[in-house]
């Protein structure tokens, strides 16, 4: 599980729409709790594209890695210096994986209020 985290997390940290589509299920759900919406994978991979070009220093920095029965979670903290100021976010993103060893999906805790920066 800790090798399939650490290669979703390189694709997702380098922005890499291919490396992630090639990790996950067509079907992935991306539930995010700030807005209690849940996209795709087109659309994750846009908000990850999107999050690269806004904050092109974009960093995620591992607090913990944990594997579980299902997949893993993991706590990171987002840096980066974003148009409104510096992003500060803490993150925690909760990821089941498929029987056919893809990401299927990643449930995602962070505090919308750090996320201001991004488009003040």
């Known amino acids: 599980m800790l090798e399939l985290a650490a290669r979703w997390d390189a694709a997702t940290g380098d922005g890499d729409g291919d490396a992630m589509a090639e990790l996950a299920e067509p079907s992935l759900a991306f539930w995010h709790n700030h807005d209690d919406l849940?996209?795709?994978l087109e659309g994750t991979?846009?908000?990850i594209a999107w999050l690269r070009r806004t904050v092109p220093d974009l960093e995620w920095h591992d607090v913990?890695?944990?594997p579980t029965p299902t997949g893993w979670v993991a706590q990171k903290v987002m840096i980066g210096a974003a148009p409104g100021g510096p992003l500060r976010a803490h993150t925690c993103v909760v990821v089941t994986v498929s029987d056919r060893g893809r990401v299927a999906r990643v449930a995602?805790?962070?505090d919308p209020a750090a996320l201001a920066v991004l488009t003040a």
């Open 64 to 66: 913990d890695v944990q």
């Open 38 to 40: 849940e996209v795709g």
């Open 108 to 110: 995602e805790y962070l």
């Open 45 to 47: 991979i846009r908000t």
